[in-house]
């Protein structure tokens, strides 16, 4: 299984773009990546996802590496209501598309 | 059109006894997950629904869970003399599958208490 390491913890200031790093070094060439984020109490909710270009949407840009072993999530203008855990995640099964979830990072946006 | 919706959101129930959790997916969505989450951890994995069959049932704990799904609509995740270490918060994601990639959306969850 292809497995992702985040830092746990990061801050971010209210306005400011925030910079989620994901490590997949050993991520298989059919793999995606996926970000979710869990805000306090509340189920998971898709933010975007990559399989090697670049991707942007109205919350957020995904950069992956060219060898895709590393990726960042940027949410441009951060928000005091982007205070959450980020997760990245890589895809594990193509024939049933279930999420492996880490421990995520845990952005707390200041004022 | 409506979200994932799950019910109860909570529920306390003492030690032994049985319970229900329901879960109504997306309009239309073919894919059903269920996932637990212990408190200040990640989300774990359960089961897989592809309409009301169940080709990933890897993730079930033990013989106390099972889940069904009538068609591709409402699943029911049910556990059985309830422990202590089942306290979690059940959450039910579903997707529409197409083969490819397919984005997974969130219910609420339900936060279960055995006490």
Do not use: F
């Given at each position: 299984d292809a497995?992702?390491?985040?830092?746990?913890?990061?801050?971010?200031?209210?306005?400011?773009?925030?910079?989620?790093?994901?490590?997949h070094s050993t991520i298989?060439?059919?793999?995606?990546?996926?970000?979710?984020?869990?805000?306090?109490?509340?189920?998971?909710?898709?933010?975007?996802?990559?399989?090697?270009?670049?991707?942007?949407n109205e919350m957020a840009s995904?950069?992956?590496?060219?060898?895709?072993?590393?990726?960042?999530?940027?949410?441009?203008?951060?928000?005091?209501?982007?205070?959450?855990?980020?997760?990245?995640?890589?895809r594990v099964s193509r024939a049933t598309n279930k999420l492996i979830f880490g421990t995520g990072t845990l952005l707390a946006v200041q004022p | 059109?409506?979200?994932?919706?799950?019910?109860?959101?909570?529920?306390?129930?003492?030690?032994?006894?049985?319970?229900?959790?329901?879960?109504?997916?997306?309009?239309?969505?073919?894919?059903?997950?269920?996932?637990?989450?212990?408190?200040?951890?990640?989300l774990e994995f359960l089961i897989y629904f592809q309409g009301n069959s169940a080709p990933d049932k890897s993730g079930l704990p033990s013989d106390r869970f099972s889940a069904e799904r009538t068609g591709e609509s409402v699943s029911t995740l049910?556990?059985?003399?309830?422990?202590?270490e089942d306290s979690a918060v059940y959450l039910c994601a579903s997707s529409f599958r197409t083969g490819g990639t397919d984005t997974q959306y969130f219910g609420p969850g339900t936060r279960l208490t055995v006490l």
């Open positions: 497995k992702t390491t985040q830092p746990p913890s990061m801050d971010c200031a209210e306005g400011r773009a925030a910079n989620l790093p994901c490590n298989s060439g059919n793999e995606y990546v996926y970000w979710y984020r869990q805000i306090h109490s509340q189920g998971p909710q898709y933010i975007i996802h990559g399989l090697k270009n670049n991707e942007t995904l950069i992956i590496t060219e060898d895709r072993k590393s990726s960042t999530l940027i949410l441009p203008h951060a928000t005091l209501r982007d205070t959450a855990v980020y997760y990245c995640i890589v | 059109g409506a979200g994932v919706s799950q019910s109860p959101s909570n529920k306390v129930t003492e030690k032994g006894k049985d319970v229900e959790l329901r879960c109504d997916p997306i309009s239309g969505h073919t894919a059903l997950y269920w996932y637990r989450q212990r408190l200040g951890q990640g049910t556990i059985q003399r309830t422990q202590q």
